[in-house]
């Protein structure tokens, strides 16, 4: 799924790219992806994009009299910006926005449709959208321990969790996690304040390093490699590769779609996290120990 860094370039790249511009025409391949029925979608023809921001996770387009397209790219949507009136090729292409220089696509991999397309009339129509997440950038150390200690949980479901925190997701929360050398299960209640400063410290570094990152590698051009899996993170969708740091294999906890990586002498002391699959089936033949597998 698009973190923060991710839409962060996304939405730099829109700007440059529809600010100003009239909608000439909206394209929509799949009835599903559209989650509003009023206003509807013709009502953005002739109207022009006053802003484009971020709103946690989802990528917000402002136009004239107070209408705004609300986009969620969930875990398989992306963007693309193509010729106008270029013609979608498969299933995968949800809709198109023509814009006078060129089209802003969405398409989204797989079968399950998860990624949402809303149209709002109004300022006020937004706040359903907005989960109340603090936006650590732009938040002092003391606001984000509080934040942290607001409810008991795993810091790294409290990282993730949008009402919590905004725009962080279980790529960037490995990486974050990694460099604050802290356990992904390890309680907020149980964070000292060295260790929530260290926390911030790392939210607040990982973020910024892989927005520039992706800045860098986007250039003027338009971001077409959005993905979770990039090779020079640290942890993140490396499990049995070497940690960056240690040279320890990276070790992984599975559960439903998703996978928390993390680097067992680094962040565990060595002690290998139970996998709630493996763990159950292996039982007392799991390894409880980083030596008990080098």
């Known amino acids: 799924m698009p973190e923060l860094p991710d839409i962060t370039v996304y939405v730099e790249a829109l700007r440059r790219r529809i600010v100003g511009a009239p909608v000439v025409e ?40 107070d209408y705004y397209i609300v986009l969620h790219l ?16 498969g299933r995968a292409d949800l809709a198109a926005f023509d814009f006078p220089a060129g089209a802003l696509t969405l398409t989204e991999a797989g079968t399950k449709r998860r990624a949402s397309l809303y149209l709002v009339r109004g300022a006020a129509g937004l706040t359903e959208f907005a989960r109340g ?4 950038l732009d938040a002092s150390v003391a606001q984000f321990a509080e934040r942290l200690r607001s409810e008991s949980h795993t810091v790294k479901r409290s990282l993730t ?10 790529a960037y929360s490995d990486e974050i996690l990694h460099r604050a050398q802290l356990s992904p299960v390890k309680l907020t209640g149980r ?17 910024l390093e892989w927005t520039d990152r992706l800045r860098a590698e986007t250039g003027d051009g338009f971001p077409e490699k959005v993905t979770a899996f990039r090779p020079e993170m640290a942890v993140h969708g490396r499990y049995g590769e070497p940690c960056p740091v240690c040279t320890a294999p990276v070790q992984r906890i599975r559960y439903a779609d998703n996978e928390t990586n993390y680097c067992a002498r680094c962040q565990t002391d060595g002690k290998l996290l139970a996998d709630r699959g493996l763990s159950r089936l292996l039982k007392q033949d799991w390894p409880r120990s980083l030596d008990e597998i080098l």
């Open 191 to 207: 964070l000292t304040d060295a260790e929530i400063a260290a926390l911030f410290d790392a939210t607040r570094a990982t973020l």
């Open 133 to 136: 997440g603090l936006e650590v």
């Open 161 to 170: 969790d949008p009402r919590l925190f905004s725009g962080i997701g279980n």
């Open 74 to 89: 969930m875990i398989a949507g992306r963007l693309h910006w193509k010729a106008r009136g270029a013609k979608g090729k």
């Open 26 to 65: 909206v394209r929509l391949n799949t009835p599903f992806l559209l989650r509003s029925v009023e206003p509807p979608l013709s009502e953005l023809i002739g109207r022009h994009v006053r802003g484009v921001d971020r709103s946690g996770k989802r990528i917000v387009i402002a136009l004239d009299d």
